[in-house]
Protein backbone atom coordinates (compact mmCIF):
# COMPACT_ATOMS: atom_id res chain seq x y z
CA UNK A 1 0.00 0.00 0.00
CA UNK A 2 0.99 3.03 -0.42
CA UNK A 3 1.67 5.89 2.39
CA UNK A 4 -1.60 7.21 3.81
CA UNK A 5 -2.75 10.62 3.26
CA UNK A 6 -3.03 12.46 6.37
CA UNK A 7 -6.99 12.00 6.13
CA UNK A 8 -6.24 8.25 6.20
CA UNK A 9 -3.57 7.93 8.48
CA UNK A 10 -5.64 9.91 10.95
CA UNK A 11 -8.66 7.48 9.94
CA UNK A 12 -5.91 4.31 10.37
CA UNK A 13 -5.31 5.74 13.87
CA UNK A 14 -9.19 5.56 14.85
CA UNK A 15 -9.46 2.29 13.94
CA UNK A 16 -6.39 1.03 15.58
CA UNK A 17 -8.14 3.18 18.78
CA UNK A 18 -11.25 1.11 18.70
CA UNK A 19 -10.10 -2.68 17.51
CA UNK A 20 -7.31 -2.54 19.82
CA UNK A 21 -7.01 -5.83 19.83
CA UNK A 22 -6.41 -6.17 16.29
CA UNK A 23 -2.90 -6.62 14.79
CA UNK A 24 -1.54 -3.67 12.93
CA UNK A 25 -2.00 -4.95 9.30
CA UNK A 26 -5.02 -6.59 10.35
CA UNK A 27 -6.49 -2.69 11.59
CA UNK A 28 -4.59 -1.33 8.35
CA UNK A 29 -6.64 -3.77 6.29
CA UNK A 30 -9.37 -2.89 7.97
CA UNK A 31 -9.21 0.72 7.96
CA UNK A 32 -8.63 0.19 4.17
CA UNK A 33 -11.59 -1.82 3.33
CA UNK A 34 -14.17 0.84 5.29
CA UNK A 35 -12.29 3.15 2.97
CA UNK A 36 -12.95 1.32 -0.02
CA UNK A 37 -16.32 -0.01 0.59
CA UNK A 38 -17.50 4.18 1.02
CA UNK A 39 -15.91 5.12 -1.95
CA UNK A 40 -17.49 2.00 -3.85
CA UNK A 41 -20.58 2.66 -2.28
CA UNK A 42 -20.65 -1.29 -2.13
CA UNK A 43 -19.06 -3.74 -0.16
CA UNK A 44 -18.68 -6.02 -3.11
CA UNK A 45 -14.66 -7.00 -3.05
CA UNK A 46 -14.28 -6.53 -6.57
CA UNK A 47 -15.43 -3.01 -6.65
CA UNK A 48 -14.16 -1.84 -3.06
CA UNK A 49 -10.41 -3.56 -4.55
CA UNK A 50 -10.98 -1.30 -7.38
CA UNK A 51 -12.02 1.39 -5.49
CA UNK A 52 -8.71 1.46 -3.24
CA UNK A 53 -6.30 1.49 -6.53
CA UNK A 54 -5.65 5.10 -5.77
CA UNK A 55 -4.61 4.50 -2.25
CA UNK A 56 -2.16 1.32 -3.60
CA UNK A 57 0.58 0.50 -5.68
CA UNK A 58 -1.07 -2.87 -6.36
CA UNK A 59 -3.14 -3.99 -8.96
CA UNK A 60 -7.02 -4.85 -8.07
CA UNK A 61 -6.55 -8.76 -8.18
CA UNK A 62 -4.01 -8.66 -5.35
CA UNK A 63 -5.82 -5.88 -3.19
CA UNK A 64 -9.16 -8.35 -3.70
CA UNK A 65 -7.10 -10.95 -2.38
CA UNK A 66 -5.48 -8.93 1.16
CA UNK A 67 -8.99 -7.98 1.68
CA UNK A 68 -10.31 -12.00 1.42
CA UNK A 69 -7.74 -13.14 3.43
CA UNK A 70 -8.79 -10.76 6.21
CA UNK A 71 -12.16 -11.31 5.95
CA UNK A 72 -11.68 -15.07 5.88
CA UNK A 73 -9.44 -15.14 9.07
CA UNK A 74 -10.82 -17.57 11.74
CA UNK A 75 -8.22 -16.02 14.31
CA UNK A 76 -10.28 -12.75 14.52
CA UNK A 77 -12.99 -13.23 17.08
CA UNK A 78 -15.73 -11.06 14.83
CA UNK A 79 -18.31 -11.40 17.73
CA UNK A 80 -15.94 -10.14 20.31
CA UNK A 81 -14.13 -7.40 18.00
CA UNK A 82 -17.82 -6.19 17.50
CA UNK A 83 -18.83 -5.91 21.14
CA UNK A 84 -15.28 -3.97 21.98
CA UNK A 85 -16.81 -1.71 19.37
CA UNK A 86 -20.10 -1.09 20.76
CA UNK A 87 -18.47 -0.49 24.02
CA UNK A 88 -16.84 2.49 22.25
CA UNK A 89 -19.61 3.87 20.78
CA UNK A 90 -22.67 3.21 22.33
CA UNK A 91 -21.87 5.33 26.05
CA UNK A 92 -22.23 8.27 23.39
CA UNK A 93 -25.83 7.49 23.23
CA UNK A 94 -26.36 7.00 26.92
CA UNK A 95 -27.47 10.66 27.66
CA UNK A 96 -31.00 10.36 26.28
CA UNK A 97 -33.14 7.95 25.57
CA UNK A 98 -32.38 5.45 22.66
CA UNK A 99 -34.94 4.13 20.07
CA UNK A 100 -33.58 0.33 19.04
CA UNK A 101 -35.44 -1.18 16.21
CA UNK A 102 -35.46 -4.79 15.49
CA UNK A 103 -36.47 -6.79 12.18
CA UNK A 104 -36.32 -10.08 9.88
CA UNK A 105 -34.63 -9.99 7.09
CA UNK A 106 -34.98 -12.60 4.20
CA UNK A 107 -31.56 -12.43 1.91
CA UNK A 108 -32.85 -13.94 -0.65
CA UNK A 109 -33.24 -17.82 -0.51
CA UNK A 110 -29.88 -18.78 1.31
CA UNK A 111 -30.72 -16.81 4.62
CA UNK A 112 -32.28 -15.12 7.13
CA UNK A 113 -31.24 -11.67 9.16
CA UNK A 114 -32.87 -10.86 12.65
CA UNK A 115 -30.88 -7.70 13.59
CA UNK A 116 -31.48 -5.41 16.03
CA UNK A 117 -30.20 -1.30 15.31
CA UNK A 118 -29.56 2.51 16.66
CA UNK A 119 -32.75 4.59 15.32
CA UNK A 120 -31.06 7.69 14.22
CA UNK A 121 -33.05 10.41 12.04
CA UNK A 122 -34.23 8.18 9.38
CA UNK A 123 -31.56 5.96 9.39
CA UNK A 124 -31.09 2.40 11.01
CA UNK A 125 -27.15 1.61 12.45
CA UNK A 126 -26.98 -1.98 12.64
CA UNK A 127 -25.82 -2.88 16.23
CA UNK A 128 -26.45 -6.76 16.10
CA UNK A 129 -27.72 -9.35 14.36
CA UNK A 130 -27.65 -13.18 13.58
CA UNK A 131 -27.87 -14.80 10.68
CA UNK A 132 -29.86 -17.78 10.12
CA UNK A 133 -30.97 -20.59 7.20
CA UNK A 134 -33.05 -19.47 4.93
CA UNK A 135 -34.27 -22.90 3.53
CA UNK A 136 -33.01 -25.24 6.63
CA UNK A 137 -34.64 -25.66 10.30
CA UNK A 138 -33.23 -23.56 12.74
CA UNK A 139 -30.90 -24.82 15.84
CA UNK A 140 -32.43 -21.97 18.26
CA UNK A 141 -36.23 -20.64 18.40
CA UNK A 142 -36.68 -17.19 17.19
CA UNK A 143 -36.91 -15.90 20.86
CA UNK A 144 -33.70 -17.69 21.73
CA UNK A 145 -31.89 -15.94 19.14
CA UNK A 146 -33.35 -12.82 19.84
CA UNK A 147 -32.59 -12.93 23.66
CA UNK A 148 -29.22 -14.03 22.50
CA UNK A 149 -28.83 -10.37 20.81
CA UNK A 150 -30.84 -8.28 23.60
CA UNK A 151 -27.83 -10.02 26.00
CA UNK A 152 -25.06 -8.53 23.78
CA UNK A 153 -26.84 -5.16 23.71
CA UNK A 154 -27.90 -4.96 27.70
CA UNK A 155 -23.85 -4.15 28.99
CA UNK A 156 -23.82 -0.95 26.50
CA UNK A 157 -27.28 0.19 27.40
CA UNK A 158 -27.33 -0.10 30.84
CA UNK A 159 -30.22 2.15 32.61
CA UNK A 160 -30.38 4.04 29.53
CA UNK A 161 -34.21 4.52 29.03
CA UNK A 162 -34.56 2.17 25.52
CA UNK A 163 -37.44 1.04 23.07
CA UNK A 164 -37.82 -1.95 21.07
CA UNK A 165 -39.85 -0.78 18.04
CA UNK A 166 -40.50 -3.78 15.22
CA UNK A 167 -43.82 -4.98 13.11
CA UNK A 168 -46.26 -7.55 13.97
CA UNK A 169 -44.27 -10.26 13.70
CA UNK A 170 -42.76 -9.07 17.05
CA UNK A 171 -46.06 -7.80 18.29
CA UNK A 172 -46.42 -10.86 20.49
CA UNK A 173 -46.53 -12.25 24.45
CA UNK A 174 -43.08 -13.86 24.07
CA UNK A 175 -41.77 -10.71 22.63
CA UNK A 176 -42.99 -8.73 25.11
CA UNK A 177 -41.98 -10.80 27.99
CA UNK A 178 -38.43 -10.40 27.15
CA UNK A 179 -38.57 -6.62 26.85
CA UNK A 180 -40.37 -6.61 30.56
CA UNK A 181 -37.18 -9.04 31.06
CA UNK A 182 -34.60 -6.50 30.38
CA UNK A 183 -36.95 -3.33 31.40
CA UNK A 184 -37.03 -2.05 28.14
CA UNK A 185 -40.29 -0.29 26.38
CA UNK A 186 -41.69 -1.50 23.68
CA UNK A 187 -43.64 -0.65 20.26
CA UNK A 188 -45.22 -2.94 17.86
CA UNK A 189 -47.34 -2.88 14.63
CA UNK A 190 -50.24 -5.34 14.99
CA UNK A 191 -52.50 -6.89 12.54
CA UNK A 192 -55.82 -7.37 12.26
CA UNK A 193 -56.14 -11.00 14.01
CA UNK A 194 -54.84 -9.41 17.40
CA UNK A 195 -57.73 -9.24 19.95
CA UNK A 196 -57.76 -7.26 22.94
CA UNK A 197 -59.41 -6.81 25.98
CA UNK A 198 -59.82 -3.33 27.75
CA UNK A 199 -61.39 -1.75 30.92
CA UNK A 200 -64.55 -0.09 31.31
CA UNK A 201 -64.56 3.32 33.39
CA UNK A 202 -66.19 1.44 35.99
CA UNK A 203 -63.45 -1.09 36.19
CA UNK A 204 -64.95 -4.26 34.20
CA UNK A 205 -63.10 -6.11 32.06
CA UNK A 206 -64.87 -5.95 28.73
CA UNK A 207 -65.46 -8.31 25.94
CA UNK A 208 -62.63 -9.71 23.71
CA UNK A 209 -62.31 -7.74 20.45
CA UNK A 210 -60.15 -7.31 17.02
CA UNK A 211 -57.95 -4.43 17.70
CA UNK A 212 -58.09 -2.62 14.81
CA UNK A 213 -61.91 -2.74 15.55
CA UNK A 214 -61.93 -1.32 18.96
CA UNK A 215 -59.60 1.13 17.56
CA UNK A 216 -61.73 2.03 14.71
CA UNK A 217 -64.60 2.78 17.24
CA UNK A 218 -62.47 5.45 18.89
CA UNK A 219 -65.10 8.83 19.15
CA UNK A 220 -62.23 11.33 19.28
CA UNK A 221 -59.52 11.98 16.92
CA UNK A 222 -57.12 12.85 19.68
CA UNK A 223 -57.44 9.52 21.22
CA UNK A 224 -53.78 7.15 21.15
CA UNK A 225 -54.70 3.74 21.45
CA UNK A 226 -51.43 1.24 22.76
CA UNK A 227 -52.51 -2.30 23.14
CA UNK A 228 -50.45 -4.01 26.10
CA UNK A 229 -49.95 -7.02 27.78
CA UNK A 230 -50.52 -7.92 31.26
CA UNK A 231 -47.59 -10.22 32.19
CA UNK A 232 -49.52 -11.31 35.65
CA UNK A 233 -52.63 -12.19 34.05
CA UNK A 234 -51.73 -13.29 30.46
CA UNK A 235 -54.58 -11.05 28.97
CA UNK A 236 -54.04 -7.74 26.42
CA UNK A 237 -56.02 -4.29 27.30
CA UNK A 238 -55.79 -1.34 25.94
CA UNK A 239 -55.03 1.85 26.79
CA UNK A 240 -56.54 5.42 25.96
CA UNK A 241 -54.73 9.23 26.25
CA UNK A 242 -56.75 12.05 25.09
Not at 10 to 15: A, F, I, N, S
Not at 58 to 83: V, Y
Not at 169 to 174: D, L, M
Request: overall charge neutral; hydrophobic content about 45%; glycine content about 6%.
Amino acid sequence: MKAFTPLCRVWHQQVKDFFHELHGHQSKTLAMFVLGAIKAESIVLARVAEALLAESEAKAPSIERRLERFLSNEKIDTEKTWDVFLGQILPSFQGGPIRLVIDLTAYEEHAQVIYIGLLQHSRVLPLVWKVMPGQEKWDQGLWDCVEELFKRLAPHIGETDCTIIGDSAFGCFPMVSLCQKYQWHYLFRICGQHTCEHWSTDGRLMPRAFAFTRFALMDCKAAIAVLLWDIRRNISFVLQHF
